[in-house]
Structure formats: C-alpha cells, structure tokens
C-alpha cells in the first residue's frame, strides 16, 4: 500500500487553470474507477470534491473536474479563484477493502 | 445535517492502547461504509481502516493491521477504533468519514492522538 505520487506544489494566477496529477499502480487507480479528490483549508477536515474519477458530488463549482488515463489521475482547476489555494489529496481504492491516498498538493493562488 | 463527532483523543504512552469513537447523525448509518484516516500536523492524509454497513467487512491498512480494529454500533450510530500497541509514529490527528456516492463524503472534525513517554 504506497501512497499514490502527487506533486508536492502547483501554482496559478486567479482566472488560469491548472491540472494536479495523481499517479498509482496497476493495483489501484489503474483498475478502479474509484478515484476521490479532496480540498483541505489550513486547519478544517477534508472537503470531497471529485467521486469515480469525473464525478461532482452537489454543491461543488464545474470549475472543478477530474479524469484518469491508465493508472494517473488528474485534477484541473478551471478560472482558478483565491479560495481554491488548499491542499488537494487524490484517493483510490484500492483492491481487498483496502484505499490508498496521494501524499497531496499544496495549490498556490499567485 | 450529517454530523461526524470523534472523541477519546488524548497522550498514551508507547506500547499503549487507546479507542476513539465517532458519533454519526443526520443520515442513515447502517446503510454506510465508515473509514478512519488520519494525519500527522503539517502532513497528508492517511487512509487507516473501513468498516462496511453491517460491520462484516473490515480493511486495514498495513501500517495498523493486526494493532487497530475497528468497529460499529449501529444502534448507538458510533463507529469505534481501538488502537493497541501504539507507537510514536502513530501521532496524529484521526478523522471519520462516511463513505457514500463514491468517496468521503463527509468527515469528522477530527481528535488528536499523541503516542509519547
């Protein structure tokens, strides 16, 4: 069970866009579609923003959308706002009742 | 409103044991997995234990199995975790979740566990 590999930064001007990449194994992301994203604020529990790979749960912005090719995920942030800067953690499961989560990604709003 | 409160947090010291517990309300609790994450301050999260609906299915991850256990009383609506042989590495904070729609749908506030002598 290694975590997944996330880049430990990215960063983007209000109004650009930006793409967090998650990437697992043959195990995890590369045989279920179940792969979650969360946003964390300094301070506050995890907030869920992406479900089986693409999906948004209600209440979250379609600037927000998720996707996946082989055993990589991606998270992009379209018309990046102040409030999007956060941590970003993917998640996957991960076969035998087991998940796995990604090391997570400190997005910077510039 | 979905509301996920975890309790008994506190200082053990090493080779000890401790349990948390998390009080659900606001959805239908039996008809849902449960997970405990957690994470040391400044650090990512960790996924650590799920436990199904029904409390016959269990996961663990390696770093806890055959240490943790976790369980459910779904006619209190509280999920528990018993921590055994507790060690320094195992500081951190421990969150609830609800497993609902394909992800964490929502967590709990957290409760902080400290593993020092």
């Known amino acids: 069970q290694s975590a997944l590999t996330q880049p430990a930064s990215v960063s983007g001007s209000p109004g650009q866009s930006i793409t967090i990449s998650c990437t697992g194994t043959s195990s995890d992301i590369g045989s279920y579609n179940l792969v979650s994203w969360y946003q964390q604020h300094p301070g506050k529990a995890p907030k869920f923003m992406i479900f089986?790979?693409?999906g948004r749960p209600s209440g979250v912005s379609n600037r927000f959308s998720g996707s996946k090719s082989g055993n990589t995920a991606s998270l992009t942030i379209s018309g990046l706002q102040a409030e999007d800067e956060a941590d970003y953690y993917c998640?996957?499961?991960?076969?035998?009742?087991?998940?796995?989560f990604g090391g997570g990604t400190k997005l910077t709003v510039l | 409103e979905v509301q996920l409160v975890e309790s008994g947090g506190g200082v053990v010291q090493p080779g000890g044991s401790l349990r948390l517990s998390c009080a659900a309300s606001?959805?239908?609790?039996?008809?849902?997995?449960m997970h405990w994450g957690r994470q040391v301050l400044g650090k990512g999260l960790v996924w650590v234990s799920r436990i199904s609906g029904d409390g016959s299915t269990t996961g663990y991850a390696d770093s806890v199995k055959g240490r943790f256990t976790i369980s459910r009383d779904n006619a209190k609506n509280t999920v528990s975790l018993q921590m055994n042989s507790l060690r320094a590495e195992d500081t951190a904070v421990y969150y609830c979740?609800?497993?609902?729609?394909?992800?964490?749908?929502?967590w709990g506030q957290g409760t902080l566990v400290t593993v020092s002598s």
């Open positions: 979740a609800e497993e609902g729609g394909g992800g964490l749908g929502y």
């Open positions: 606001g959805f239908s609790f039996s008809g849902h997995w």
């Open positions: 089986g790979v693409s």
């Open positions: 998640c996957s499961y991960a076969g035998s009742d087991t998940w796995v």
